[in-house]
């Protein structure tokens, strides 16, 4: 990403743990931080680039794009919330409802 002209962070990369770093980038790039493009995160310039920055997103885009045009409703577990929170805005940007359960979430 940062070949493209985009700003990152790779101060956020530990090197102590190399197989959480493992997991992260399976998941999504993003969760080492979201790279600025002239500082605007990518994902509020370029929505189309959470998508496209990792094939996890990209094949789950496809699936969920289909599903929605079914009328079928979904759940989906992880269990790092920073890539729920980029599966929120991902389902905000494409304007889809959803609800997040996870310890963040305050019950009234």
């Known amino acids: 990403l940062t070949s493209n002209g985009m700003e990152g962070d790779t101060k956020n990369i530990s090197q102590i743990n190399e197989n959480m770093n493992l997991r992260k980038v399976c998941n999504h ?4 931080g ?3 493009i002239n500082g605007v995160p990518v994902g ?5 680039m959470l998508v496209a920055a990792s094939g996890k997103f990209n094949i789950l885009d496809r699936i969920l794009k289909k599903l929605k045009s079914q009328g079928h ?3 989906i577990f992880s269990q790092m919330t ?3 929170d980029i599966l ?5 940007n494409r304007g889809w ?11 009234d």
């Open 44 to 48: 509020d310039a370029n929505p189309e």
């Open 73 to 75: 409703q979904v759940l």
């Open 29 to 32: 790039p993003f969760l080492f």
């Open 82 to 84: 920073n890539l729920l």
């Open 88 to 92: 929120e805005d991902y389902l905000r």
């Open 34 to 36: 979201e790279p600025k």
């Open 97 to 107: 409802r959803y609800c997040r359960i996870d310890g963040s979430v305050k019950i």
